[in-house]
């Protein structure tokens, strides 16, 4: 499997490339800005990208997606409840951010669905708490964690559909089963390293002990 972290915008979203050496075929995870330089690494690597994922619909991990769309007609996906999100951004946020409002989602997954690139497969973890539709993507020694779960932090759950018990609940039943040697990729560079692991958040993590 193929997996490429790229930090790519002034907010320190994480932007991440998945995809399949063999056939050629990947997903972006939260394409938030620099989307040229996305597409340019994938070809770098000979893999086309046919999936936009977004691990929840707040405008920092999505205002990539018309951009992206348009340039490689790659389909979007998002979780069922925070599909809304992608185009009803208010004006005034993205005034804000300077982004565009997202396309509508193509595909809607559920808790448990399974993305596929190629030979890869990803399976979708709900974990609401940051907002209603947060997901977390995992594949065998990775989980792509979004905004849910940062290196010995966690996101902010004060926003609309935010809620401290849910993430709290998502993260210690759903994340930390995972194996502990499974490699935890943030949706921002907000820790000392980009990266972690289940078994270091478990036992280093101050927000769920």
Known sequence: ?????????????????????ITGDAL????????????????????????????????????????????TGAKIIVHHDDSIMLT???????K???AKASPAADILVKDGDVISVGNVELKVIHTPGHSLGGICLYSPGY????????????GRTDLPGGSWEELSKAV??????LPDDTKVMPGHNYGRTPTSTIGHEKKYNPFFR
């Open 88 to 94: 009803h951004t208010p004006a005034m946020i993205l």
């Open 28 to 71: 972006v995870i939260d394409p938030a800005s620099d989307v040229k330089g996305i597409i340019a690494e994938a070809q770098k690597n000979k893999l086309k990208i046919n999936y936009i994922v977004n691990t929840h619909g707040h405008v920092d991990h999505i205002s990539g997606n018309t951009e992206m769309q348009k340039a």
């Open 96 to 98: 804000m951010f300077g």
């Open 1 to 21: 499997m193929f997996v490429k972290q790229m930090q790519v915008s002034s907010m320190a979203v994480f932007a991440y490339i998945v995809g399949d050496p």
């Open 143 to 154: 989980v792509f964690t979004g905004d849910t779960l940062f290196v010995e932090a966690a």
């Open 172 to 177: 210690k039943e759903k994340l930390f089963a």
